[in-house]
């Protein structure tokens, strides 16, 4: 049986983006170390395997697939209502 490798991604979506883009990715244990540095400065971390894993095959840089596009919007929705939540 074949182990699965974590995988973290990082996105971005600033006002002037088209879309959001992927600013930083890893696998094994240095997406653990992502995962944490996000962890220790608010950054809110959603757990993902499934779209992580998509994600991960893209470019660092580059705007996100558009097949993940209702995905991603739901993740940074539940993102923006725990901001809401705990403003």
């Given amino acids: 049986m074949e182990e699965k490798i974590f995988s973290a991604v990082a996105l971005r979506y600033p006002e002037w983006a088209e879309a959001p883009y992927i600013c930083a990715k890893a ?3 240095v997406a653990h170390r ?3 540095i996000a962890d220790d400065n608010g950054v ?3 757990e993902n395997p499934e779209m ?3 994600l991960s095959i893209q470019k660092v ?3 996100i697939p558009e097949s993940t596009y209702s995905a991603i919007a ?3 929705a539940f993102i923006m209502k725990l901001d809401e ?3």
């Fill in 61 to 63: 840089g580059s705007f």
């Fill in 85 to 87: 939540q705990n403003s």
């Fill in 34 to 36: 992502l995962v944490e």
């Fill in 27 to 29: 696998k094994g244990s």
């Fill in 74 to 76: 739901t993740i940074f």
């Fill in 44 to 46: 809110p971390v959603v």
């Fill in 52 to 54: 992580a894993n998509v």
